[in-house]
């Protein structure tokens, strides 16, 4: 029977950096407030002339120098993405093309901030159905193209950047030992953005000295009721982390490392706490990346690996939560050796 190991993984951040003190000059906020509801410092903000696709295309490089792969070594490639380049094409094929890939199936999937929890247990059913060997699969988003600047409640929330992993079936034991899905879209209202479109040519939008690259500034932006999707989110998150475990015959005990979503600090300790879970355990990148949405949580598993705490054997959960609402978990257990920067 196959297993889909996790052979390769990799991060991009792009270069620019928005601190809580840079938000204080363009919405009535505060550095302590944002840190203190939310566990944020700083965000990373796309490149005016970046779009995801670039960002994920560097995301893969580094995960397939990791594997030491190539692209045409790879069997289809999934991006999971909210803030596509545009409509159509995908942005799937976008990166295949900025990574002179050919030949083999790329498309998206959309399921907001649970994109790569979704994505990776759609891999996972592919390779175990023998469809697929190799599955790249990769997580970006320009969040700041679809933020209202001007909106203190919401634009303190968000960052961009991707993550990647290079997904290989094989016989041997381990891996992704398996997933937890769910949606419900009763939920739709509480976090959407109704009128965003592609975001690859981005118009400009200046405040304050400081120079966005978006369309936002309130037209086709993100809208939230925040309290609602916190209380939710704690609930369902609690309640799919329970449903994990019991599914594959795990304990709390049994988890080494949590893996979640990274939109709020308070959020994640809930669950740690749900878990039994010492904070130590749990990958913590909120406070310099944000709500990076689908990237959140392959740059969380990134960082993690490459600080070399990851080690083969340890089980790790990943979790995440999204508008729709639609979340979802996914249990792992590590085989990968060390990493390599490769070329
Ligand atoms: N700076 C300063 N004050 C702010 C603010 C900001 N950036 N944003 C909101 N406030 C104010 C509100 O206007 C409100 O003021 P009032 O009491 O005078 O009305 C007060 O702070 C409290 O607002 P509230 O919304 O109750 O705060 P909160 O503790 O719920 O925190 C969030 C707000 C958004 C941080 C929190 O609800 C949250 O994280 N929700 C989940 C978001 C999320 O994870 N979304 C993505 C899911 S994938």
Known sequence: MMHSHIVGIGGYLPERIMTNHDLEKIVDTSDSWIR??????????????????DMAAAAARQALA????????????????????????????????????????????????????????????MIRAGMFRRVLLIGSEAMSRIVDWTDRTTCVLFGDGAGAVVLEGREQEGGVVGSVLHADGAYRDLLKAEHAHGHASPDSFHREGIDFATDAAGIAAVEMKGNEVF????????????????????????????????????????????????MQRVAQTVKDHGNTSSASVPLALNELYRSGQLQPGQTILLEAFAGGFAWGANLIKWTKQGFSNGT
């Not at 069997?75 to 799937?92: C, E, K, R």
């Not at 890939?101 to 649970?114: E, L, N, R, T, Y």
Request: contains cysteine.
């Open 231 to 278: 209380r939710v989110a704690v609930t369902k998150l609690g309640e799919v982390v329970n449903e994990i475990l019991q599914r594959y015959e795990l304990e709390d005990k049994d988890i080494d490392w949590l893996i979640p979503h990274q939109a709020n600090i308070r959020i994640i300790q809930a669950t740690a706490r749900k878990l039994g879970m010492d």
């Open 66 to 125: 990791d594997a030491g792969l190539t692209i045409n070594d790879i069997d289809a490639l999934i991006v999971a993405t909210t803030t596509p380049d545009m409509i159509f094409p995908s942005t799937a094929t976008i990166v295949q093309s900025k990574l002179d890939g050919k030949d083999f199936p790329a498309w998206d999937i959309q399921a907001v901030c649970s994109g790569f929890v979704y994505g990776l247990a759609h891999a996972d059913c």
């Open 36 to 53: 203190e509801r939310t566990g944020i410092s700083r965000r990373h903000i796309i490149g005016r002339e970046q779009a995801t696709s």
